[in-house]
């Protein structure tokens, strides 16, 4: 299992597993990831104090429609009109064309994202939906957040550390995108 799934089943609703989903998230990071690898032990930490159904209300309240955290990417770019309905539609056509599906969830669920950048084989596509989707999403997401104290504030900085370098994470390679093809024009609102 990738990283990006790994860092997707973190970002999932809580279950008993949580903390199992946690520590393979860590297992995986090599030593220069020093910063990500201390925020998702904090949020280990901050979590491990607390029952699973105060975890699971904290999720809800962080992750709510109102919140500034609304894991939806389209959301965070667009809002909640048009440019996100026709994000959303792009999404959906990318991922038939890959037969991944985004099941229950919104195709622009951020777990959905990275389950899917784990299966898409286009290197220079997946850098392309961080670097001009996710990553921006997840700078206001982290960047909205009115508590600091909230571990999932925590586990979202360390995803944003993470992606930051792109595909290349577990190498510590960066890529740069200079040009935009398919669905991902969505994602600076052309």
Request: proline letters at 5%; aromatic letters at 10%.
């Amino acid at each position: 299992m990738s990283l990006y799934q790994r860092l997707a089943k973190v970002i999932d609703y809580p279950g008993s597993d949580l903390f199992q989903r946690v520590d393979e998230c860590i297992s995986l990071l090599p030593p220069h990831h020093e910063e990500a690898t201390g925020l998702l032990k904090e949020f280990r930490a901050s979590l491990g104090r607390i029952p699973l159904g105060t975890i699971e209300e904290l999720y809800a309240r962080t992750f709510d429609p109102q919140a500034a955290s609304y894991p939806y990417v389209g959301y965070q770019l667009f809002g909640d009109g048009n440019h996100r309905g026709m994000f959303l539609a792009g999404l959906k056509e990318h991922y038939q064309i890959y037969d991944f599906s985004s099941g229950n969830e919104l195709p622009d669920h951020l777990g959905v994202m990275l389950r899917f950048l784990a299966r898409d084989d286009d290197k220079e596509e997946r850098e392309e939906l961080l670097s001009l989707c996710i990553l921006p999403a997840l700078r206001k997401m982290v960047h909205g957040f009115s508590d600091d104290g909230n571990p999932y504030r925590k586990l979202l900085k360390a995803i944003l550390l993470l992606l930051g370098e792109g595909d290349e994470a577990m190498t510590n390679v960066n890529h740069r995108v200079t040009r935009m093809t398919g669905p991902e024009e969505f994602c600076d609102g052309r």
